[in-house]
């Protein structure tokens, strides 16, 4: 059993195009986060939800919108890609409640390449 | 803010013992945590640390000093298979940001 999963594994598109990232997990964690890992690896923060609500948005261009229809699930929705998104994306959960010291369990990743 | 600062890259021998280190300076400390990455792969969760002192975990162990913001990472009987990239990360304590570094790419040699 997937414990985190993403789809797709990986996405080439064009310029311009919109594109969506699904990711769910089965561990019933309460929060859960979208990374950007770029070419010289840098796992950056985008988002994260907790219980379906948004608790951080970091600078993230606002072509870059996420949805969370329940707390199994985070999906990224990117509007007129550019060429600088094109990394690794990451989806990752924890069970974190009032702040306490839980590890996170990532997603497989998702490689969007934009040309 | 938060700053995380570890060396890019190591070199070590299999059998023997490696110390990756991990400095941060960051507000609302709330735990550091060190994940391991292979090439292509997601991150997985090696340890943490919240308070000072060190945690073992089989060949694994990761050590804290709060006031000195320093961590390391220490790796025994080193097998090839632990090559990988090893990632420090801070969690801060306001809405359970995680800020990590950039990572440590270890090279084990034969």
């Known amino acids: 059993d997937t414990a985190v999963s993403q789809t797709p594994k990986y996405l080439v598109t064009q310029m311009g195009n919109d594109k969506s990232i699904k990711c769910e997990q089965n561990l019933g964690h309460d929060t859960m986060y979208w990374y950007k890992q770029d070419s010289k690896k840098f796992l950056k923060i985008m988002f994260s939800y907790n219980n379906k609500e948004l608790i951080i948005n970091e600078t993230v261009p606002n072509r870059f919108s996420p949805k969370s229809p329940d707390k199994a699930h985070l999906n990224l929705h990117i509007n007129s890609l550019e060429l600088g998104d094109s990394a690794v994306y990451f989806c990752a959960s924890s069970q974190d409640r009032s702040g306490g010291a839980y590890e996170q369990y990532f997603g497989p990743g998702t490689r969007l390449t934009v040309t | 803010g938060q700053n995380i600062d570890q060396p890019t890259e190591m070199t070590a021998t299999e059998g023997a013992i490696v110390q990756i280190n991990c400095t941060y300076q960051t507000s609302g400390f709330n735990g550091l945590f060190w994940y391991q990455q292979h090439a292509g792969e997601a991150p997985t969760f090696l340890s943490y640390?919240?308070?000072?002192g060190l945690e073992e975990k089989g060949r694994f162990s990761s050590f804290l000093s709060r006031s000195k913001g320093y961590s390391y990472l220490l790796l025994k009987e080193l097998q090839m298979k632990d090559s990988a990239s090893y990632l420090c990360a801070v969690k801060a304590y306001n809405f359970n940001k995680f800020y990590f570094g950039s990572g440590t790419k270890l090279n084990v040699k034969p």
């Open positions: 640390n919240v308070l000072d």
